[in-house]
């Protein structure tokens, strides 16, 4: 896996051709539902789309990554990426096959990139490392367990549908701004890139996590013979 160094970084390197953006949250806020949209088009497992795929006959269990990606990256086309990548227009791409191997791939055909699976997974790395996604690789051990994931993320869908569309991201800044271990306000936050937000987010868990663990060894509730290296520092995270 490779190493990134993200804290004052503007963009990941794919390749020599494409850039992953680690955008400003000023920037976000306005189209956060576009944008995570976006994000989820290139990090979803087919697990994360179980329900769906069902929806029109087709297996979670045997589709992989780049495949259901070419699914949902059907729209990209229509949708303004600059968010996601710099100088990369998916109006540009069409399908073809590798001649090479027979794989499906996306090319831009003008600017000679081509995205398949070693590209995709690389895109989707970074990502997952911007925004702290874990990717989702479950699988059923037989068809009457994969009828019952099927139906509760079907459940849960259909719960998703009846609440607000209250957005996540206004709820974070507004928890954290509120919170004596986060030292920026309302405005000075929006300055923060998406990725030394996610960090701060998860340093400040972090940081309460370990006050509470010491008030419980202090207060004697709490064994510190029991506690491992890593839950006596709040210095880093996992």
Same mark, same amino acid.
């Given at each position: /896996?490779?190493?990134?160094?993200?804290?004052?970084?503007?963009?990941?390197?794919?390749?020599?051709?494409?850039?992953? *953006?680690?955008?400003?949250?000023?920037?976000? #806020?306005?189209?956060?539902?576009?944008?995570?949209?976006?994000?989820?088009?290139?990090?979803?497992?087919?697990?994360?789309?179980?329900?769906?795929?069902?929806?029109?006959?087709?297996?979670?269990?045997?589709? %992989?990554?780049?495949?259901?990606? /070419?699914?949902? +990256?059907?729209?990209?086309?229509?949708?303004?990426? +600059?968010?996601?990548?710099?100088?990369?227009?998916?109006?540009?791409?069409?399908?073809?096959? %590798?001649?090479? %191997?027979? =794989?499906?791939?996306? #090319?831009?055909?003008?600017?000679?990139?081509?995205?398949?699976?070693?590209?995709?997974?690389?895109?989707?790395?970074?990502?997952? $490392?911007?925004?702290?996604?874990?990717? +989702?690789?479950?699988?059923?051990?037989?068809?009457?367990?994969?009828?019952? /994931? #099927?139906?509760?993320? *079907?459940?849960?869908?259909?719960?998703?549908?009846?609440? %607000?569309?209250?957005?996540?991201?206004?709820?974070?800044?507004?928890?954290?701004?509120?919170?004596?271990?986060? $030292?920026?306000?309302?405005? +000075?936050?929006?300055?923060?890139?998406?990725?030394?937000?996610?960090?701060?987010?998860?340093?400040?868990?972090?940081?309460?996590?370990?006050? =509470?663990? @010491?008030?419980?060894?202090?207060?004697?509730?709490?064994?510190?013979?029991? @506690?491992?290296?890593?839950?006596?520092?709040?210095?880093?995270?996992?």
């Amino acid at each position: /896996m490779a190493t990134y160094h993200l804290l004052y970084k503007d963009f990941i390197p794919v390749g020599d051709r494409i850039k992953v *953006r680690i955008p400003k949250l000023r920037e976000i #806020i306005e189209k956060e539902d576009e944008y995570f949209g976006m994000v989820s088009i290139f990090t979803a497992t087919p697990y994360d789309f179980m329900a769906e795929l069902d929806d029109i006959g087709i297996d979670f269990t045997e589709l %992989n990554e780049f495949d259901l990606f /070419m699914l949902l +990256s059907m729209g990209l086309a229509e949708s303004d990426t +600059s968010l996601l990548f710099e100088d990369l227009d998916f109006s540009l791409f069409e399908r073809a096959v %590798n001649e090479q %191997n027979g =794989n499906l791939v996306l #090319i831009d055909r003008e600017h000679d990139i081509v995205i398949d699976r070693g590209v995709l997974a690389e895109i989707a790395m970074a990502l997952r $490392k911007i925004h702290h996604i874990e990717p +989702s690789r479950k699988k059923p051990g037989n068809e009457e367990a994969k009828k019952y /994931m #099927i139906e509760r993320a *079907r459940k849960k869908r259909a719960r998703n549908r009846k609440r %607000n569309a209250a957005s996540q991201l206004e709820q974070l800044i507004v928890a954290l701004v509120n919170t004596e271990q986060f $030292k920026y306000n309302y405005e +000075s936050v929006l300055d923060l890139s998406v990725y030394q937000f996610n960090e701060s987010v998860a340093q400040v868990v972090t940081k309460i996590d370990y006050d =509470n663990r @010491m008030r419980g060894v202090y207060a004697g509730t709490v064994d510190i013979k029991h @506690m491992s290296q890593d839950d006596l520092t709040w210095l880093s995270h996992k």
